[in-house]
């Protein structure tokens, strides 16, 4: 059984020399409950992330949802390993320590005020061999040399939903640096806000134009792709066949994803490439 927050010593405090703002420390943490789902907010305005009582281990949100589909753009068994920028209620690294039990994951989250409320209230895994909490920035986390990573997830905001350094060329080209060969980087992006044309092109000029951005969700949320190693390219049908696959194995639903290429440029051909 896991052990309870106050026992698991699987958190690091990581320091840096490099010198970062830090602007999504220290948020005012409110807890919300309706209609058999648990919120986590920094703010009335801004969900940072949801848990349905009843499972709590399923992916609740559509952008979270959508932020898994680099498994229906490599073949599997993918990924070895995972970072994710940004713990909020721990839908992710949950969803990746049930459902992936390949993959090692290591999360980088700069209030430690949001681990202990994902371990309370979302039930947030207690397993340091497999699932690493460092308590830091995540900027300086990736500008400082390290491990290379299959897949990086960014999903970091603060209480007005703004991702300040998270959202810059130099951090998008850590990125690529520290992505293996068949390595993919996920972005969430607000879609229907100002800037999300110019965090497009920092993504792209980042890795050199290997970028694509799926259509937005109902909430708004858009979720930028990009490589910088191994092509991606895949047909449709085999799309639709890893979507099946992995609705069937994990319960994440793809499906409706994939129908949302119709209306887009993405599909070329009946193929997407990045």
């Not at 305005?45 to 949100?61: D, H, K, S």
């Not at 073949?75 to 713990?87: D, E, Q, R, S, V």
């Not at 290591?106 to 371990?119: M, S």
């Amino acid at each position: 059984m896991c052990c309870g927050f106050a026992e698991c010593d699987g958190t690091i405090r990581f320091a840096s020399a490099i010198n970062l703002s830090t602007p999504m420390a220290n948020n005012s943490i409110e807890v919300s409950e309706t209609e058999g789902v648990r919120y986590l907010h920094f703010s009335l305005e801004w969900i940072q992330g949801a848990m349905r009582i009843q499972r709590p281990n399923a992916l609740e949100l559509a952008y979270t949802r959508e932020m898994m589909a680099g498994l229906l753009l490599r073949a599997a068994p993918w990924p070895k390993n995972a970072l994710l920028i940004g713990l909020g209620a721990g839908s992710l690294a949950k969803f990746i320590y049930h459902k992936l039990p390949q993959t090692q994951i290591t999360v980088v989250e700069i209030d430690p005020q949001v681990e202990i409320v994902a371990r309370l209230n979302f039930k947030l895994p207690c397993d340091p061999k497999r699932l690493r909490v460092i308590i830091g920035d995540g900027a300086q986390y990736m500008l400082a040399e390290g491990k290379t990573f299959d897949t990086i997830l960014v999903d970091g905001f603060d209480k007005n939903g703004r991702a300040g350094v998270l959202d810059t060329l130099p951090f998008y080209q850590a990125c690529r640096a520290r992505l293996t060969e068949n390595g993919l980087l996920a972005v969430n992006l607000l879609g229907r806000s100002r800037g999300f044309q110019a965090s497009k092109e920092r993504i792209a000029s980042a890795f050199e134009g290997r970028s694509l951005v799926f259509p937005s969700c109902d909430s708004g949320n858009t979720i930028a792709f990009a490589t910088a190693g191994e092509p991606v390219n895949v047909t449709l049908d085999e799309l639709i066949a890893r979507a099946k696959f992995f609705h069937k194995e994990t319960g994440l639903n793809l499906l409706s994803t994939i129908s949302r290429f119709n209306s887009t440029e993405i599909l070329l051909q009946d193929r997407l490439v990045i």
